[in-house]
């Protein structure tokens, strides 16, 4: 069995470091890394398009690249490894990728590369920011790891990609691992606004807003008892609900029905 690892905060983050140390202990498993070179949070499916990227090896053995999250899986898969792994794994984040947080979360753009490509992913993150209980992360997600290959699910034809949510907690206090669908988070935080030295104003984004759907079966209200969350993701953004009600608009659209002010 062959992994690929990456992540979104760099390849020296302690996140990664303890994955790679837990993943590589499984029987018969080979691992590989290949990871941002720096921190590159928020980043989601970003492709680097217009400057070349570079891959170094670093003094444990992985090597990393001066392009985002996906970049890293991008290149691994189509000529970097050559070979093709059969699971692809990304994290452990330096927080919580729960709800909206996914669509944003470099984390789950790695995975999601993978997964595109057709290899089964995993997305690991730790609910709270700053390491604590990061060997226990890691051990649970060795855990889940090793379920999915002996439930034969590593090797199937389908890919599937998967976000897991890990609270910072010891081993033996962790709850039961459960099934949940993605929450949802009000609005960002207000921008923060600055003045540089030249008198000019500078706007960092906002924090995370709080948990708007919270709700029991969500992401949020699991790892808030204590449990590891795992939610299945899909890439289709087709809204499926409205389609019907938008061939009606459509429809009046090719008809001519509706006028268009100034047109």
Same mark, same amino acid.
Request: glycine share 10%; charged share 15%; net charge negative.
């Given at each position: 069995?062959?992994?690929?690892?990456?992540?979104?905060?760099?390849?020296?983050?302690?996140?990664?470091?303890?994955?790679?140390?837990?993943?590589?202990?499984?029987?018969?498993?080979?691992?590989?890394?290949?990871?941002?070179?720096?921190?590159?949070?928020?980043?989601?499916?970003? !492709?680097?398009?217009?400057?070349? !990227?570079?891959?170094?090896?670093?003094?444990?053995?992985?090597?990393? @690249?001066?392009?985002?999250?996906?970049?890293?899986?991008?290149?691994?898969?189509?000529?970097?490894?050559?070979?093709?792994?059969?699971?692809?794994?990304?994290?452990?984040?330096?927080?919580?990728?729960?709800?909206?947080?996914?669509?944003?979360?470099?984390?789950?753009?790695?995975?999601?590369?993978?997964? !595109?490509?057709?290899?089964?992913?995993?997305?690991?993150?730790?609910?709270? $920011?700053?390491?604590?209980?990061?060997?226990?992360?890691?051990?649970?997600?060795?855990?889940?790891?090793?379920?999915?290959?002996?439930?034969? /699910?590593?090797?199937?034809?389908?890919?599937? !990609?998967?976000?897991?949510?890990?609270?910072?907690?010891? /081993?033996?206090?962790?709850?039961?691992?459960? /099934?949940?669908?993605?929450?949802?988070?009000?609005?960002?935080?207000?921008?923060?606004?600055?003045?540089?030295?030249?008198?000019?104003?500078?706007?960092?984004?906002?924090?995370?807003?709080?948990? $708007?759907?919270?709700?029991?079966?969500?992401?949020?209200?699991?790892?808030?008892?204590?449990? @590891?969350?795992?939610?299945?993701? $899909?890439?289709?953004?087709?809204?499926?609900?409205?389609?019907?009600?938008?061939?009606?608009?459509?429809?009046?659209?090719?008809?001519?029905?509706?006028?268009?002010?100034?047109?």
């Amino acid at each position: 069995m062959k992994i690929l690892i990456s992540n979104d905060d760099g390849y020296q983050a302690p996140g990664i470091v303890a994955l790679h140390a837990a993943l590589k202990t499984l029987e018969g498993v080979a691992v590989d890394v290949v990871a941002p070179e720096h921190n590159n949070s928020a980043k989601s499916n970003a !492709l680097t398009l217009h400057s070349p !990227l570079s891959v170094h090896r670093a003094h444990n053995g992985f090597r990393y @690249v001066n392009g985002t999250p996906a970049d890293c899986v991008h290149i691994a898969l189509t000529g970097l490894l050559g070979y093709r792994p059969d699971l692809v794994v990304s994290g452990i984040n330096n927080g919580a990728n729960m709800g909206d947080d996914t669509i944003y979360s470099g984390t789950v753009g790695a995975a999601m590369e993978g997964y !595109l490509f057709g290899v089964p992913a995993i997305a690991f993150s730790q609910v709270d $920011k700053g390491w604590v209980e990061i060997d226990a992360a890691a051990a649970k997600a060795r855990e889940i790891v090793a379920q999915m290959r002996v439930q034969h /699910l590593v090797n199937e034809t389908t890919p599937w !990609l998967l976000n897991v949510n890990i609270p910072n907690m010891p /081993l033996d206090a962790l709850g039961s691992i459960k /099934l949940c669908r993605l929450g949802r988070r009000h609005a960002a935080e207000r921008v923060i606004v600055q003045e540089n030295p030249r008198g000019e104003a500078m706007y960092w984004i906002g924090g995370a807003g709080a948990a $708007k759907d919270g709700a029991e079966g969500t992401d949020f209200y699991a790892t808030a008892q204590g449990h @590891v969350s795992i939610t299945p993701l $899909k890439v289709d953004l087709t809204d499926h609900d409205g389609l019907g009600d938008w061939a009606r608009t459509v429809s009046r659209f090719a008809a001519g029905a509706t006028t268009v002010p100034g047109a």
